[in-house]
């Protein structure tokens, strides 16, 4: 069976958008680990810490978002218990639940981690115009959103 030129050049333009999002993602961990480590922490306690900046979590919900078994995120739990960077405790709407929340010394590391001012990320988009940023901001939401819910 023939493929029509429209499904080449759709599939084309479809492998090409997922060879930048994969380079995209790569080069965002590479950058998000050597950020952590500069900060005594490993990817995945930098992940859990980030994810705890809104509000408490239940233990169990962020093995699940995390993608990690349960012994892992204790370990992970009990080295930034260790630093000061986050609490457990028992949720007291439901005692069987345990929460994690981040500390005073957690949310400043977060803020000290936001100082990307001199870091590649920023100068790129620096040379980009208001435009372009605008477009770029655009079109990566609407892709998360619809990765996130597909049905909408």
């Given amino acids: 069976m023939e493929r029509s030129m429209t499904e080449d050049s759709s599939s084309s333009s479809i492998d090409g958008a997922l060879r930048a999002f994969f380079r995209l993602g790569m080069l965002a961990e590479s950058i998000s680990l050597e950020l952590w480590q500069q900060h005594g922490l490993t990817l995945g306690q930098g992940r859990l810490l980030y994810r705890l900046r809104e509000q408490p979590r239940v233990a169990g919900d962020l093995a699940k978002e ?14 930034l218990e260790s630093q000061g960077l986050v609490e457990r405790r028992l949720d007291r709407s ?6 994690v929340e981040i500390t005073a010394n957690g949310r400043d590391l977060l803020g000290s981690i936001k100082d990307w ?14 435009d372009e940023r605008a477009q770029f901001t655009k079109i990566v939401d609407d892709f998360l959103d619809r990765v996130q819910d597909p049905d909408e």
């Avoid at 439901?94 to 929460?99: G, S």
């Fill in 117 to 130: 001012h001199k870091g590649p990320l920023v100068q790129a988009l620096k040379a980009m115009s208001e």
């Fill in 66 to 79: 995390l993608g990690v078994r349960a012994a892992s995120l204790t370990r992970m739990m009990e080295r």
């Fill in 94 to 99: 439901d005692r069987r639940r345990i929460l």
